[in-house]
């Protein structure tokens, strides 16, 4: 079975500080594929990233950036200078190649709360 | 290129009433999943459609549950006799079929609040 833990249930910042968001997954699959969504207060969950098992480069996409580490089944995302446009929910989540309809396993999600 | 949508985007029941939902994924896209979201938690899977077929549904999804994709595009997830637990955001998803695990795309989901 597979486990997604997002132990930080809200992060409160101010303004153009940095916010990492932990996220841990337990998988006994070799081959699946982490995800970050972000669930602003509309309730949409909206697609941030995809990483599968097998690329463990990190990436620096604007103010986000994410750290993919294999040796210790983490995928923790950051912002850097936050806004308070970041305030939402975020989500991590897993899927694995042997289960064949591709469903998502999610954390319980960490709340982001960026003050002006 | 619309996104995924789903209507009503608010319901509001009194127990033991029926409601039924719907949700249209982007043109093209084969898979189409559910998902069940209570206050505080992450998305759970409810059930998966491959075009028209449904080939999964989760434990989560009682008897009292029934989804349809009867032309392989949109489809319609019914509650019958609507409990109080059912209280919940109810999400859509839709990706392309591919080799490759594919990206979900979600719908902005069904409030639903049964008194």
């Known amino acids: 079975a597979q486990k997604v833990t997002q132990a930080q249930t809200e992060i409160s910042v101010v303004e153009k500080e940095d916010v990492t968001l932990d996220c841990v997954y337990e998988t006994r699959d070799t081959t699946y594929y982490l995800f970050w969504y972000k669930q602003p207060p509309s309730g949409e969950l909206v697609f941030l990233i995809r990483r599968n098992s097998f690329d463990e480069q990190n990436e620096i996409s604007g103010r986000y950036s994410w750290n993919f580490q294999k040796s210790t089944s983490s995928f923790n995302f950051t912002i850097t200078a936050s806004q308070v446009v970041d305030s939402a929910v975020y989500f991590c989540a897993l899927s694995v190649l042997t289960d064949s309809w591709g469903k998502l396993q999610f954390g319980a999600g960490t709340q982001v709360v960026v003050t002006p | 290129d619309t996104g995924v949508s789903q209507d009503p985007r608010h319901k509001i029941t009194k127990r033991g009433q029926n409601v039924t939902f719907r949700c249209d994924p982007i043109s093209e896209h084969n898979r189409l999943y559910w998902y069940r979201q209570t206050l505080g938690q992450g998305p759970e899977f409810l059930t998966y459609?491959?075009?028209?077929?449904?080939?999964?549904k989760s434990r989560l999804l009682s008897d009292r549950f029934s989804a349809e994709r009867p032309k392989g595009s949109f489809s319609t997830l019914e509650i019958q006799r609507t409990e109080q637990g059912d209280s919940a955001m109810y999400l859509c998803?839709?990706?392309?079929?591919?080799?490759?695990?594919?990206?979900?795309?979600f719908g902005p989901g069904t409030r639903l609040l049964v008194l």
């Open positions: 998803a839709s990706s392309p079929a591919d080799s490759v695990r594919e990206t979900q795309y």
């Open positions: 459609f491959q075009n028209e077929a449904q080939l999964e």
